[in-house]
């Protein structure tokens, strides 16, 4: 079985693979192959062998997302490829920033901070739920254009709602408006299809980590050739005012930094074969049924609804449902403890959303798990109102 090549606590039925993902034991194992080369050689690992694999590392990511290898640099997290980009906009009193309700906590402190630091604005235009069809949601996002707009950022799948907005039309518009577009793709790679050059974003980040199965602490950063020069590193170290310059100044100064452990980002050409080795396009296609099957059920169980139309334009393996709770904390608490469900209660816009990940190591006697979970707190527990 599937799950057994997962090294997740088998006594925990895991609903919870879009917050930090989960690694199969052969690329976990990878992760320790060269953990331990580093350890052994460190100083032919950090300055020559390991940039290598890096190089070759950086090439598969680079063909499985289909953009060139020189726009491309891997991060620990999506926060530090974002916070790379934002940092160094040159953003004015004045400026607007378009971007939804739906974002992501994290890069809405980030946009928060450098904003407040210029007198710029960050505009969260509201997407109307349940969302109805494509047209309506680039409608709502667009209303929020101003002739003060400079940049657009949007989630392709959001974190609290797990719906996917429609970002080629999105980015497709803003080049006609002359906008810059940074894309938030944490929960795409190896989940829904991604195609870069296709996309032609300024700014992309994606997490390996998530959906792609990498071990933590591996994601990524593209930009766009005609921007890169705009991009300051994050930390300043030796790729600034290099001795030995690549050919690539973007390279020089996102990826090489002191000393620290980049065995997360090599593990990707074996994060990509296990996908390879595992019929992954048809385990996706599974679990994406599954989730399509089972979202109305939970939502009804839950005397709730969902939020969208039940289907691949919006859904991917992961859904949101909007709980009536009071006490989301106990409620998250009571699942993991007395249920040993793991699984995010996730507070948005004033309300509490419970959110479903669906990977191929999870089977519809989970999700019984957790409709039964749920009929005995709502007959056991004030949990819910
Ligand atoms: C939309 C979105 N962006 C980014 C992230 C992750 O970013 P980080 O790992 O830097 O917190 C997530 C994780 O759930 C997410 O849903």
Aim: negative net charge.
């Amino acid at each position: 079985m599937l799950k057994d090549q997962f090294l997740l606590n088998p006594e925990i039925t895991f609903l919870n693979h879009g917050s930090f993902g989960a690694c199969p034991k052969p690329v976990f194992e990878d992760y320790q192959k060269w953990q331990m080369k580093l350890e052994q050689e460190p100083i032919q690992f950090i300055t020559k062998t390991g940039v290598s694999f890096l190089d070759d590392s950086k090439q598969a990511l680079a063909e499985y997302i289909n953009c060139d290898k020189a726009d491309l640099i891997y991060t620990t997290n999506p926060s530090t490829a974002m916070n790379t980009v934002i940092k160094s906009l040159d953003l004015k009193a004045g400026d607007e920033i378009l971007t939804t309700d739906q974002e992501y906590g994290a890069m809405d402190r980030t946009w928060n901070y450098y904003c407040r630091k210029v007198g710029a604005k960050y505009i969260h235009q509201k997407i109307t739920l349940p969302l109805t069809n494509k047209a309506e949601i680039l409608r709502e996002f667009w209303s929020g254009l101003s002739p003060k707009t400079k940049t657009i950022f949007i989630s392709q799948i959001t974190s609290p709602t797990a719906l996917i907005f429609p970002v080629k039309e999105i980015i497709e518009r803003a080049k006609e408006l002359g906008l810059m577009t940074i894309i938030d793709g944490a929960h795409v790679p190896a989940h829904i299809p991604l195609d870069l050059k296709a996309l032609d974003p300024d700014v992309y980040t994606g997490a390996c980590h998530k959906w792609m199965l990498a071990p933590k602490g591996s994601s990524f950063l593209y930009v766009n050739k005609q921007i890169q020069d705009q991009i300051d590193p994050l930390i300043i170290s030796w790729g600034y005012e290099a001795e030995f310059p690549s050919e690539s100044r973007f390279q020089d100064y996102h990826q090489y930094q002191g000393t620290r452990d980049f065995s997360a980002f090599l593990t990707t050409p074996a994060a990509l074969q296990f996908l390879k080795e595992n019929d992954w396009e048809n385990r996706k296609k599974e679990c994406r049924n599954l989730l399509q099957h089972y979202y109305p059920i939970v939502a009804e169980e839950l005397e709730s609804h969902v939020i969208c139309p039940v289907k691949d334009e919006f859904l991917g393996q992961i859904c949101s449902i909007p709980i009536r709770t009071t006490r989301p904390l106990e409620l998250k608490e009571a699942l993991y403890a007395k249920y040993k469900i793991e699984i995010p209660v996730v507070p948005f816009s004033g309300d509490t959303y419970l959110r479903i990940s669906f990977q191929a190591y999870n089977g519809a006697a989970e999700i019984e798990t957790l409709i039964n979970a749920i009929r005995s707190i709502k007959k056991e527990t004030n949990l819910f109102f």
